[in-house]
């Protein structure tokens, strides 16, 4: 008797995951896929986290449920990290400590959102916004940047987009899949747009904080006003190069952080006690090796560039931060390799997992059915291989 509950079908499967998974599992049948679909550093976490966590091992006392929220010592270390980096007053009680950044925005919308209540999602957007919003049963509402816009979206667009069910906005910055990072003034243009509806809260997903490639970050929570207004969410995977540890966590109001507190109780109780203590080390040592990583980014960025400007028909913003691109590849929308004819960005992926062995991400589970998202977390050997490989494949297409 197959009987899913009637909202496992009110959302996708996470794309980001499944292409992952497709190109594993060419790579088990022996085929040579270069994977650049899952947003993962192709780096080790730093020698000096890892120790921290054999040492916490050895300790022979973070073996117990860690509290729900996180250890206290962890929460003060994030909050202090928020008042020196970020200009953000927040204390310990405001620190959620969660399994992954994925967890902190489902605690958050769970702990916000009622049936019938509109999210807005500043589109492009991270795959998994729109779908844990329809897990909430609330409604997403889109508002789409553009290639010629650099992807961002304008305070003109989302004050037009705001109605009287409008409970949350959401975006990232760097953007995740577009690289794009909001400067300060468009994020006082969006923060007066929310100051003006009392009912309005922000999700501001900074996980790609460090990953920045502009002299600055602005942290919506430390603009005036929206302290009370806002849920900084973050965590460990990208900037320290920790995926696999899942530790992410949020900066909230006390009223909000006490709810996800709730929910988390019941659903997950308290992050992995000793991934906390790694990640304790992490954000209290030296983030030299983080900076290291962000300048190997930052060179890959600008091969991919030049290669993917010598594809023909690949249209490209210049990303500004993350590790991806977001090509419109629409020009080779009814060309056909003479056995197929490409008709989306999911026909291309598919195509070019198959014939060129390289995996990327359509752009539908995004929010832009005219782009696939290339992770440049790899090497440059990998990438400019892969781009090659790609570069080929399309030339078919005609
Ligand atoms: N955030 C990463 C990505 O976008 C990891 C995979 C996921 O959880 O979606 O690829």
Redesign the pocket.
Known sequence: MNRHSLRLNTFEE????AM?AKAREFKSRGIDVISL????PDFKTPDHICEAAKQAIDAGKYFAYPPVAGYQDFREALASKYQKENNVPYKAENIVVSN???QSIANTMLALLNPGDEVIILSPY???YDALVRLCEAKPVLVKGTLESDFKVTAAQVEEAVSNRTRIIIFSSPC??TGSVFSRKELEAIASVVLKHENILVIADE?YEHINFTNEFVSMASLPGMFERTITVNGF??GFAM?GWRVGYIGAPKWIADGCIKIQGQLTSANCSVAQRAALAAITSDIAPTLKMVDEYKKRREVVFELLKDIPGIKSNYPLGAF?FFPDVSSYFGKSDGQRTITSADDLCMYLLETAHVSL?PGSAFGDDNCV?L?YAASESELREALARMKKALANLR
């Open positions: 996470s794309a980001t995951l992952a679909s899952l947003g993962e992954g950044a994925k991270w795959v998994s995740n899949p996980i995977a990208k995926t991806y991400v998202r992770s």
